[in-house]
């Protein structure tokens, strides 16, 4: 058998790489579509589930809108009430503990 030439070598070792190359390119191609295709279906599951939930009332928003974001006094009675809390720390204390 004859002995291979360092060219052909060479040009073998180019060629299994470029398969290579070729292979994990093919791979990874398939794994992006499959992620695509997965998101896709994933996507259109959660429209569907959308469309088959009745939109809410206004007074449902309301009420969700309340509980999400509570009440606030306005600024200046919250001051009148930090206030009224430091001119009578005892009151304060007797309603705590009694």
């Given at each position: ?21 070729e292979t994990l ?68 204390g007797r309603r705590?503990?009694?």
């Amino acid at each position: 058998m004859p002995k291979p030439s360092i060219q052909n070598i060479a040009r073998a070792a180019e060629q299994l790489r470029e398969e290579r190359d070729e292979t994990l390119t093919r791979q990874r191609v398939t794994e992006i579509e499959t992620e695509m295709k997965e998101r896709r279906l994933a996507r259109q599951e959660e429209l569907r589930q959308r469309r088959q939930q009745p939109e809410p009332t206004q007074e449902e928003l309301a009420a969700q809108q309340a509980q999400e974001q509570p009440l606030q006094e306005p600024a200046g009675k919250q001051q009148i009430k930090t206030a009224q809390t430091r001119a009578q720390p005892e009151t304060v204390g007797r309603r705590i503990g009694g």
